[in-house]
Structures are given as structure tokens and as C-alpha cells.
């Protein structure tokens, strides 16, 4: 069997099609089908990829122009707009896994924008997906939009990529700490996962360096300066979702 690589972003497995220019970003899109998805071990589904340097390296202005290029993608996928749920994935002690959570800190609520960070089990001692369950049965939201960090197969993709896609999302899938789904079939809701690669593993870079990978197991890599990435990520995220409401 072909050892794939460990990565979240579906343009690293498949490639692009359909490419274009929306201001400082460029967007493309790869739609994996059923037997395409098993076979990489993803969900079926549009994912949806936008690189920019605006995290990594811009300023303000080129933040906020990401945010409205991410702003017209996420119309383009939502089905129904009109009370949306962002649910803030990861662990908030572990600043690569933080987005979720910075994201929801930075989202202005209100005006049938919500927002819900259901931690993690070791911490809270519940499931990530037992959380945002009971908070879709009680509050009923028309759309959820699930933000995390994700993994990348290359270090030159870190804080350069941000990926969405209408299959859902994994909650702990860029720290190998798979759980259960959100998507459409456990939620009874869209879900449109929403991340940006954060960490690599170690093994990844070591095997693409022509080294011995098996020593390095899941161990995974992560830039010195994660925490302005994920502040600058977060701030374009939620600048993109409230935008969600005139859009």
C-alpha cells in the first residue's frame, strides 16, 4: 500500500484544478469523490484552498482583503447562512492547537452569529463532538462552521494555506488525535470545516531530506512564531464569518 502523506490539506494529496487570482490570494479547489476519499482516508466533499503570505508576513490591509476573498468562499458553500454556530476546535493550552479558540475569541457574535470552544476531553473530560451535539439540538443552527488547526505534508505550507471544505472536520485530525466527525450525518447541519496548517511531522521532513523517518514516529513540528500566526489567522477567520452577515 502507498504511504501517502500526513497531511490535512486535500490539495496535498490530489492536486488543483480550477485556479484563480482574488486579491492577495490565490484559490483553487480539489473535490474528492467517494472512492478517491477512501482511498486517502478523507471525506468526500469541495475543498477549497487559499494561499496568501498575509499571516505569515502582512500587514492589516492584507489581512483584511484575505478575510474577504475567505469571506465570498464560504457564501459560495453555505447553504443556509442565516444562524450560524463557529465552533471553536483544540486545545488552548497547546498554542499550535489554539486557533479554533483564538478564532471564536476575535468573532463579534451576534446577529445569528454564535460561538461555542468545546475544549478538549483532557481537560473537560468531554468529547469534543458530545459538546457541539448537545449545542446544535438546543440552539438549532442552520450552518456550522468548524475552525482548527490542520497538519501539512510541507513546512513551506505552514500559516500559508487556509483550507475549508463542505465534508466537516475532524476535531484533533493535525495532532493525530482523531475523534468523531462533525459533519452533516452526525450533526444533522452543514458543516464546513475551516482550518490552517499549523504543525508538520517531523518524519515528513526527514523522509523528504532522504532520512531514516521511522525514528521520529508522531512526533510533529511546529514554527517559533505559531502564537503571531495564530493570532493573525484568527483575526482573518473572524473578520471573514461576520462579513457572513452583509455578504
Known sequence: MKNFPRTDLASELTGISGTRFDGVCRISETVLDEKTAALYGKSAGRYVTLETAAVTEGGEAE????????????????????????????NTMMTADALGAAACRALR??????????GVPGITGIES????????????????????????????RLGTVIQLCDAGITP??????????????????????????LVVYASTLVRDAGGDEGRFGSLIVTPKEVDVYVADAAEIIADAIERLRIA
Open 172 to 197: 484533533g485530525s493535525g495532532v493525530s488525535n482523531h475523534k468523531r466527525r462533525l459533519s452533516r450525518d452526525t450533526l444533522g447541519v452543514q458543516v464546513i470545516g475551516l482550518g490552517v496548517p
Open 109 to 118: 457574535t451576534g446577529g445569528g452569529v454564535m460561538c461555542v470552544t468545546p
Open 129 to 156: 463532538f458530545d459538546v457541539v451535539k448537545g449545542v446544535c439540538e438546543e440552539v438549532r443552527p442552520t450552518l456550522v462552521i468548524a475552525v482548527d488547526s490542520l497538519a501539512a505534508a510541507s513546512a513551506a
Open 63 to 90: 489581512r483584511a482583503r484575505v478575510a474577504e476573498a475567505l469571506s465570498r468562499c464560504l457564501t459560495e458553500l453555505a447553504e443556509d447562512r442565516s444562524k450560524v454556530l463557529v465552533v471553536g476546535l483544540g
